[in-house]
Nanobody, 128 residues
């Protein structure tokens, strides 16, 4: 059974950094695409970043390009989101999501409707 557990959120000043982690404790699927999404108060959940199974393909929403970096360690079943130069508008609950992919697939997905499994979320608050 897939169980995604996020960690690493917290309170940070503008310009600071945080590193989020998401561990898949179930290890149910051989190959997965992993994404990060976020939801700010009063707003809909939005895509942040995605990484393919091999790590060779990544994609970011425009507002975080050059500041955030997604990576993964398949041996640890863990995906990371390094967040630098944080801004108050980055304040949100951050969710990781998992999509099983085919044996030969290294695709990436930016739509939340593509993802089958979600973590419980971790709060990131950036103060000005």
């Amino acid at each position: 059974q897939v169980q995604l557990v996020e960690s690493g959120g917290g309170l940070v000043q503008a310009g600071g950094s945080l590193r989020l982690s998401c561990a898949d404790s179930g290890r149910t699927f051989t190959r997965t695409a992993m994404g990060w999404f976020r939801q700010a108060p009063g707003k809909e959940r939005e895509f942040v970043a995605v990484i393919s199974w091999s790590g060779g393909s990544t994609y970011y929403t425009d507002s975080v390009k050059g500041r955030f970096a997604i990576s993964r360690d398949n041996a640890k079943n863990t995906v990371y989101l390094q967040m630098n130069s944080l801004k108050p508008e980055d304040t949100a609950v951050y969710f990781c999501a998992l999509k099983p992919v085919g044996f030969f697939s290294d695709r990436i997905y930016s739509s939340e409707t593509e993802y089958n499994y979600w973590g419980q979320g971790t709060q990131v608050t950036v103060s000005s």
